[in-house]
């Protein structure tokens, strides 16, 4: 297993979510047991029937894929020394609770967007995360800007004047419910 999630592919970290729900295309900087930066660009899909902006409930989605998904399943995996596949037969991502969000601006199809957070907890499976949404600088490769991003910057949040406010995530929570559990309880 890699050492970060950048250059991961997100279908392989977000195994239980079909392609109409994967709300995340690339994984750009990752430090394991903090921050992540990754990043979507809507689609005709995920803005139809929504006067072509996407929603609010699917940027928490995103970022919520993003961190307590993708950051939780990669501590997970490497905790138990386990691949992805195998930890999708064993547990199901759940929210636990959401906090404050603060839309600042909206997205339109096609327009990237990153999602930055931070761990704030981390314990039996459970996390919690924080940070911010930025609608991306057309044609910014993604990948090369943040190739040499430290953790200090990235916790200031220190981007260039091009990237747009969208919104701020606080107390974002997360679960990996065991799955002969959770079938149980929805049978019920």
Request: overall charge negative; some cysteine.
């Amino acid at each position: 297993m890699a050492d970060t999630l950048v250059g991961a592919d997100p279908a392989h970290w977000l195994l239980l979510y079909g392609p109409k729900k994967r709300y995340v295309d690339s994984y750009h900087w990752h430090l394991p047991k903090e921050a992540i930066v990754a990043s979507y660009t809507p689609t005709a899909y995920d803005v139809e029937d929504h006067f072509d902006i996407f929603r609010g409930v699917d940027q928490i989605e995103s970022f919520a894929q993003a961190t307590v998904v993708s950051m939780g399943g990669f501590l997970e995996c490497k905790k138990m020394g386990i691949s992805q596949q195998e930890m999708a037969e064993l547990f199901v991502p759940a929210f636990i609770s959401i906090g404050n969000v603060n839309f600042r601006y909206y997205l339109e199809k096609g327009q990237t967007f990153i999602n930055i957070g931070f761990i704030t907890f981390y314990k039996f499976r459970q996390m919690v995360c924080e940070g911010r949404i930025y609608k991306v600088p057309q044609g910014l490769d993604l990948d090369a800007y943040f190739k040499d991003f430290t953790i200090e910057r990235l916790k200031a949040y220190d981007l260039s004047n091009d990237f747009v406010l969208v919104a701020e995530l606080f107390e974002i929570t997360g679960r990996g419910l065991k799955k002969e559990k959770f079938n149980t309880q929805s049978q019920s």
